[in-house]
C-alpha cells in the first residue's frame, strides 16, 4: 500500500511541476520571441546602414519591412472600408485549415493502411514501395493541376481536391513510418502473442500499433505541418478563392506598396501550421501512455 | 509412471541453419502432472531453446512434442500453457489489470468475467489494489509477479518460465522464490523452470534436469527429495547443500564448467551464493 501512497504523492508534486513547468516554458518562448524579433530588426538596421547589397537583394523597407509594422498590418483594413486585414486572414486560415485537416486525415488513414499491408507482405513490400518513394520526387505542383481537372470533371468540389493534394504530401511519412513501426514490438511480446495462438489481426491491433505508436506520432508532426503546404499550394491551381494561398497570390501582386500584408499572410500561414503540429503533440499525450523515460 | 504426462519429449533434436550449430541433441524427457521442473546448464545448452519447443514458438529439427496429450503446436492453440520471460514483458500501454486480462480476452472472455478473474490473481501474487497502476509505476518484483498472474489467469495446467528472476536482485529473488511455490501449490500446475541458478533450481524443483553444451543434452536428472511444502529453513538443511553439491557435480561432468571458462564458473558460484 506504502507504494500506492508513493504513487500519489508523486502525481500530486507533478501537478506543481507542471505550473512551473509551463511559466518557465511560457518565459522562454517570450524570449525566443525577443530574440528573433532583435535579430530581424538588427539585421535590418545593419543592411540600411551600409547599404548591403547581395546581388540584386537589397535590405530596404519594402524587402524587410519592420516586425511592428507587419504585426500592426494584421489591424488595419485590407482595403479602403473593408474589414481588418487580420479577420480576412483568419478567415482565409480557417478555409485552408479545413482543406489540411481533412487532407491529413485521409493521408494518414491511407498511409496507415498502405503501411500495414506493405508490413504484413515482403513481396507487396518489394513491388511497391520504390513506387511509393518515386510519388514523392514528383513535384506536388506538377501532380495539383492534374488532381484538380480530375476530380473536378467529376464534380468534386475545389476545396476537396485540395484536401486530396494535401493527402498527397501526408500520407508518405505515414506510410513509411507505418511500416517500421510495426515491426517495432519487443520479440518476446511477439512470442507471448504467439503462445495465445493469436491470429494476426489481434496481434496487429492489440500489440504493433501500439508499438509503433511514437514511430506514428512522429510521422503525424511532419505530415500536420506538409497538409499545410500541400493545403496551401493546392488552392493556386485548384483556382479556390476563400483559402490563404489566394491571400498570398493576391497579397504578392500588391508587394511594391504593401509588402508588410504579404508577411503578415506568411505568419498566418506558419500559425496555422505550429497550431496543427501543437494537436498532434498533444494528441500524443492524451494517446501513448508510457514510462516516463519513453516519452521524447 | 501411471498418470499421463504433461509434457512428453521423444528424441527432441534442433539444429539451427542449414547444416550448422546442433542446439539440442536426443532430448528424451517426461513431465507428470504437478511436477515442478528446473532446466539448468551453461549458457549455449539450449535450456531456452528447449521451452520455445515444449511452447511451439520454435519447431524442433526432430522428434515428438507431445503436450497434455497432443502435438505441442494443438497444445498452443488450444492455450495449454503460460508462459514467463526474464523480463516482465508487460505492455505500458495497458494498467496492470487489463496486462492480466490479455489472454482472457484473446479468449473472447466477457468483460464480467475477465475482471473477476482479474482480481482473483491480483490476490494470488499479492498486488491486490495494484490493478490500476501502470506498468512502469511497480518495481522489477512487482512486475515479473504481474507477468506471473497474466501467465496463470486462464489457469493453464502447464507454466513455461524463461529466467524469471534473472534480472532481479538477490533479495527480491529468494522472496519470488517462497511465493511461487506457494503459487504452484495453489494452482497445481505444472512447471518447467528455465535457471542458471543452482539454489534456486533446488530449492524449487522436484526434479532438476542438467544439461551440457554443444550440442545441447541431458547431462543427467536429480531427485529433489526436500519435504513440501518449504520455506527460508528449507536451504539451511544439510540435504540442500548435498543436493546443490551433487547438481553442481553433474554440472561439471557435462562440461559445463571447463568448457565455458572463467566466466560461467563466476556465473554460478555467485548464483550459489544464495545458500
Redesign the interface.
Known amino acids: 500500500?506504502s507504494?500506492?501512497a508513493t504513487?500519489r504523492e508523486t502525481r500530486a508534486a507533478s501537478a506543481g511541476d507542471w505550473a512551473l513547468r509551463g511559466a518557465r516554458q511560457a518565459l522562454v518562448l517570450l524570449g525566443v520571441l525577443a530574440g528573433l524579433w532583435a535579430l530581424w530588426e538588427a539585421f535590418k538596421w545593419v543592411g540600411e546602414a551600409t547599404e548591403l547589397r547581395i546581388r540584386a537583394f537589397q535590405v530596404n523597407d519594402r524587402t524587410f519591412p519592420h516586425l511592428h509594422e507587419i504585426v500592426a498590418s494584421l489591424f488595419e483594413p485590407s482595403r479602403r472600408g473593408g474589414p481588418m486585414l487580420i479577420e480576412v486572414l483568419l478567415d482565409a486560415a480557417l478555409f485552408t485549415a479545413r482543406e489540411a485537416a481533412a487532407g491529413f486525415a485521409l493521408g494518414a488513414l491511407v498511409g496507415f493502411t498502405i503501411g500495414t499491408v506493405l508490413a504484413h507482405s515482403r513481396l507487396l513490400q518489394r513491388g511497391f514501395l520504390p513506387y511509393i518513394v518515386a510519388s514523392q520526387t514528383v513535384p506536388i505542383l506538377a501532380i495539383a493541376p492534374m488532381v484538380v481537372v480530375w476530380l473536378g470533371s467529376r464534380g468534386i468540389a475545389g476545396w476537396m481536391s485540395v484536401a486530396v493534394i494535401a493527402a498527397y504530401l501526408t500520407f508518405f511519412p505515414v506510410a513509411i513510418n507505418t511500416l517500421r513501426g510495426l515491426h517495432a514490438a519487443?520479440p518476446?511480446?511477439l512470442?507471448?502473442m504467439?503462445?495465445?495462438?493469436?491470429g494476426t489481426w489481434?496481434v496487429l491491433w492489440?500489440?504493433r500499433v501500439?508499438a509503433a505508436?511514437p514511430f506514428l506520432f512522429a510521422a503525424f508532426k511532419i505530415s500536420a505541418t506538409a497538409s499545410v503546404v500541400g493545403a496551401i499550394i493546392g488552392e493556386l491551381p485548384a483556382g479556390v478563392p476563400d483559402g490563404l494561398g489566394t491571400a498570398i497570390l493576391n497579397f504578392n501582386q500588391y508587394y511594391a506598396t504593401a509588402p508588410e500584408r504579404l508577411w503578415a499572410t506568411n505568419l498566418v500561414a506558419a500559425a496555422v501550421g505550429i497550431v496543427f503540429f501543437l494537436i498532434v503533440v498533444i494528441a500524443e499525450k492524451l494517446v501513448?501512455?508510457?514510462?516516463?523515460e519513453?516519452v521524447a | 509412471m501411471s498418470p499421463e504426462p504433461v509434457v512428453s519429449l521423444r528424441q527432441v533434436s534442433k539444429e539451427f541453419g542449414q547444416g550448422g550449430v546442433v542446439a539440442l541433441q536426443d532430448i528424451d524427457l517426461e513431465l507428470a502432472p504437478g511436477e515442478f521442473v528446473s532446466l539448468i546448464g551453461p549458457s549455449g545448452c539450449g535450456k531456452s531453446t528447449l521451452l520455445?519447443i515444449i511452447?511451439d514458438?520454435i519447431e524442433p529439427t526432430r522428434g515428438d512434442v507431445v503436450v497434455n496429450g497432443k502435438p505441442a503446436h494443438q497444445a498452443?492453440?488450444?492455450?495449454d500453457?503460460?508462459?514467463v520471460?526474464q523480463?516482465a514483458?508487460l505492455?505500458?500501454?495497458r494498467t496492470v489489470a487489463k496486462n492480466i486480462s490479455?489472454?482472457l480476452?484473446?479468449?473472447g472472455w466477457n468483460r464480467g468475467k475477465r475482471a473477476e478473474r482479474v482480481r482473483e490473481m491480483l490476490d494470488l501474487v499479492e498486488l491486490t489494489?495494484?490493478g490500476d497502476?501502470?506498468?512502469?509505476?511497480?518495481?522489477g518484483g512487482?512486475q515479473q509477479r504481474v507477468a506471473i498472474a497474466r501467465a496463470l489467469a486462464f489457469h493453464p495446467p502447464l507454466l513455461l518460465m524463461d529466467e524469471p528472476f534473472g534480472a532481479l536482485d538477490e533479495m527480491t529473488r529468494e522472496r519470488l522464490n517462497l511465493e511461487l511455490l506457494r503459487i504452484w501449490e495453489a494452482s497445481g500446475s505444472t512447471v518447467v523452470f528455465v535457471t542458471h541458478s543452482i539454489a534456486e533450481a533446488v530449492f524449487l524443483s522436484t526434479r532438476v534436469v542438467v544439461m551440457s553444451p554443444r550440442p545441447g543434452r541431458i547431462a543427467g536428472i536429480v531427485d529433489i527429495d526436500l519435504p513440501q511444502p518449504r520455506g527460508i529453513e528449507t536451504r539451511e538443511q544439510p540435504r540442500f547443500a548435498e543436493l546443490v553439491r551433487d547438481v553442481r557435480r553433474r554440472l561439471r561432468a557435462g562440461g559445463g564448467f571447463e568448457q565455458e571458462g572463467d566466466t560461467l564458473e563466476e556465473e554460478l558460484i555467485v548464483a550459489e551464493e544464495g545458500l
Open positions: 500500500m507504494v500506492a504513487a519487443d518476446r511480446a512470442e507471448l504467439r503462445s495465445y495462438a493469436a489481434s492489440k500489440l501500439h505508436m501513448v501512455r508510457r514510462a516516463p519513453h | 520455445r511452447g514458438l498452443r492453440l488450444d492455450r500453457y503460460g508462459i520471460f523480463d514483458v505492455f505500458d500501454w490479455l489472454p480476452e484473446m479468449m489494489g495494484f497502476h501502470h506498468p512502469w509505476q511497480l518495481s512487482m
